[in-house]
């Protein structure tokens, strides 16, 4: 089983997370602007809401990964105010013939004081966590 580790972040926050799940499944995180160029069979994708979407770079993002280099996506990430990016990661992504993997992680992040401190390290541990399940599930 092959991984790669993408985020987009503004904060830092969904950096942190990818860091920590990047090292669980013994690859580097890398920003957004590191396109995939190897074939992989799961790549962890973290992002967030930014106005009430996804923003346009992983749109951007998504619609230049090859269906034949990306077996599925896992999607990953933090915010403050809503929750799971996930719907919005899957039409983008089915836009492309990629399929996602069917669990996610999500946890809150700071912004602008909302949530202060989060992701905390209970946060960091529980994505560590999420990585190594799928790890142990998929091989």
Excluded: Q, W
């Amino acid at each position: 089983m092959t991984y790669a580790v993408r985020y987009y972040t503004k904060t830092g926050n969904t950096r942190r997370l990818a860091e920590a799940i990047a090292k669980e499944l013994g690859v580097e995180a890398h920003p957004l602007e590191i396109p995939i160029t190897e074939k992989v069979d799961l790549l962890f994708l973290g992002n967030s809401y930014y106005a009430f979407s996804i923003d346009p770079e992983v749109r951007r993002f998504i619609s230049v990964l090859d269906k034949n280099k990306v077996g599925r996506i896992v999607n990953f990430g933090s915010a403050a105010m809503l929750n799971s990016t996930f719907k919005k990661v899957k039409a983008e992504a089915e836009k492309v013939g990629i399929p996602m993997y069917e669990k996610e992680f999500h946890c809150k992040g700071e912004f602008k004081g909302i949530h202060k401190g989060r992701p905390n390290d209970a946060d960091i541990a529980a994505a560590v966590e999420f990585a190594k399940k799928i790890k142990a599930k998929e091989g």
